[in-house]
């Protein structure tokens, strides 16, 4: 009876864990993120804010807008991604299924398939000192993982065969749709003096699943319960707000700061008790046995804070001694109101300082209503009522730093960029939905201008650093047993985490 109310709890408290996975609510400067959505931003490594020059200015800066030209940008980048998982025991050793295996060798690495993250974007000037614009941006993150129920490895006569896999009780799939429509506004209060602010409405659908122990005992497979977890949350509001000021003609200084509401909703529970059979092989013949099945709609509310963030940028540019904006029949039209710095400038340099207030995330909030009940092999047993998890996140600061350089005006443009944000989390608290370690990145892009169309190129490649507990982690599993707290003794985040990313974009900005 016990033995169940672990199961559900921990399925509970890991899926958010999971789910945050798939939430960087922000997708530029969050902490969450690696920092660039937008192809030519991800050319610059994300220092853009004081540049801002594409129709993505609706939701990276709309102060920017009312300084460009009409546009409409459709941009995407693919995105491939690779995450390794060593877990390790208290000794610092790797870490068998149970004493009837043998460690495995190596590092468990998650199943992420290449994932096209798109950006949509528009914007309009009404007049010389007004503009609007509308952007929907996802979260700069891949999509998907898919971390294996099995891993081959010995047992204790020394043959291969499948065990549980040793990140079975944090994750084992996750995936996401993740969408942020973004409505925006600008006004130049003088020429050299703009201020935008921003609607932002969050639309989030998640699913995902892990291992619960629900025995209480996460040293061992026995009576392992895997629970996917979905849920849909249609309005989660936000705003963005900046500053764009120049007090020279060579230099662009910017700010903005984002907020958004936390992310709510109830989410449904699927889930399968004596998932392995005796041997630590996946039981192909009982999973499915109502008996050991429980499928419960709007069985939780789940609740994650979204972190504040501010950014500010500092840019310098070289003009051009000939300006050949003359030359662009849509620039010229907004009468010297707008600006183009393939026309007009030689090169450009950005710095872009970010804060992320990710101390804001203690825990991820789960709270299962009164009375309910799971089904474990013909019997049932309630769950615990608060089955949150700690995430103990600290705060995130970043530096961008990245240019272009006009190479023929009006027609190739080349750009380079490199970034640095701090850890996120203490190692003791490293988990496998967010890579919260030390990020650093470089990258290159190009731009082609054909006529009216900007046709914009650009790769990236993500360092991420090594989260590393040596086994003392400090996550436990929820445990069915009330008089341990509803705590396993073991900790189920033990272990090293590694990780990189590599991507590439590909953009068309129509101007008019």
């Not at 004493?99 to 495995?104: A, N, W």
């Not at 490895?153 to 291969?160: E, H, L």
């Not at 101390?359 to 789960?366: D, F």
Request: with cysteine.
């Amino acid at each position: 009876m016990t033995l169940m109310r672990r199961a559900n709890p921990f399925l509970f408290g890991q899926f958010v864990g999971a789910l945050v996975s798939t939430f960087a609510v922000t997708a530029l400067a969050d902490g969450l993120d690696t920092p660039a959505g937008g192809v030519v931003q991800m050319g610059r490594s994300g220092a853009w804010l004081a540049r801002a020059d594409d129709p993505l200015s609706a939701f990276v800066n709309p102060a920017a807008m009312v300084r460009n030209a009409n546009g409409v940008h459709l941009g995407t980048h693919l995105m491939f991604r690779n995450q390794c998982f060593t877990r390790l025991g208290e000794d610092g050793q790797p870490l068998a299924a149970s004493s009837t295996f043998l460690p495995p060798t190596g590092a468990l690495c998650a199943d992420l398939p290449p994932f096209p993250n798109p950006q949509v974007g528009a914007t309009f000037r009404i007049g010389r000192t007004v503009a609007v614009g509308f952007a929907v941006v996802g979260p700069h993150k891949s999509g998907k993982a898919t971390w294996p129920a099995t891993v081959d490895a010995p047992n204790k006569f020394g043959i291969t065969v499948p065990q549980p896999s040793g990140s079975r009780y944090m994750l084992l799939d996750d995936e996401a749709l993740l969408a942020y429509p973004t409505l925006s506004a600008a006004v130049a209060l003088r020429s050299n003096l703009s201020l935008g602010a921003g609607f932002v409405w969050g639309i989030a659908k998640y699913g995902f699943s892990n291992m619960a122990a629900v025995t209480g005992d996460a040293s061992t497979f026995s009576n392992d319960m895997k629970a996917k977890i979905s849920g849909f949350d249609g309005f989660v509001p936000g705003f963005v707000v900046s500053a764009l000021y120049s007090p020279s003609s060579r230099l662009d200084l910017a700010a903005t700061y984002r907020y958004s509401d936390a992310i709510r909703s109830k989410a449904d529970l699927y889930a399968q008790s004596n998932y392995y059979d005796s041997k630590g092989q996946v039981n192909t013949v009982g999973i499915e046995d109502p008996k050991n099945v429980t499928d419960l709609k709007g069985a939780a509310s789940f609740k994650f804070v979204i972190p504040m963030e501010a950014r500010v940028g500092v840019r310098y540019h070289q003009p051009r001694y000939q300006s050949m904006s003359g030359g662009q029949a849509w620039l010229t039209k907004h009468a010297g109101a707008a600006r183009d710095g393939m026309s007009e400038d030689l090169f450009d340099v950005e710095l872009d300082l970010t804060w992320s207030h990710t101390s804001a995330v203690k825990n991820i909030e789960i709270r299962l209503a009164e009375g309910t009940q799971l089904n474990v092999g013909g019997t049932t047993a309630p769950a615990p009522v608060n089955a949150d998890v700690p995430r103990n996140w600290r705060d995130i600061m970043g530096v961008r730093l990245g240019g272009e350089y006009v190479v023929i005006p009006d027609l190739v443009a080349v750009r380079a960029g490199g970034f640095f944000e701090t850890q996120g989390v203490d190692d003791a608290f490293l988990s496998l939905d967010f890579q919260q370690a030390l990020k650093a990145g470089m990258s290159v892009g190009a731009t082609v201008r054909l006529a009216m169309l900007d046709v914009s190129l650009g790769y990236m490649h993500t360092f991420f650093g090594t989260l590393d507990n040596a086994g003392k982690g400090l996550v436990h599993g929820l445990s069915g047993v009330e008089s341990a707290g509803f705590r396993t003794p073991e900790v189920i985040n033990g272990g090293r985490l590694t990780g990189r990313l590599d991507e590439v974009a590909l953009g068309v900005t129509a101007h008019f």
